[in-house]
């Protein structure tokens, strides 16, 4: 599961999956690529419990979003990678809880 994690953190921050405007603060999703590296963060940290906030954050901006984002490869890959990291906290003894 680790592998698979650090696999797919590679990939939430190549240009094949993220196009380099995302990257402003006024792009729509801009915070959703923040949530996503914020877990990265924490996750090499280990600082697993505060991955929880930021999952659910990350899974509200999801289900608010466009459609072009539903589209996108990017989100794809975030909701593998969310749910990898779900079962990966709950390895740990820490069951994700979200009131959205």
Known sequence: MEEELLDLQRRLNSAEYVAEEIYRRN???YPLVC???NITGCYISGNYEVIVLFIGR???HMK???EKL??????SLVEEYLSIMERYLKSKGIEP???F
């Open 58 to 60: 990350a899974r509200k």
């Open 70 to 75: 539903r589209e996108s490869g990017y989100y």
């Open 35 to 37: 949530y996503i590296n």
């Open 64 to 66: 608010e979003s466009r």
């Open 97 to 99: 809880e979200y009131s």
């Open 27 to 29: 792009e729509i999703n």
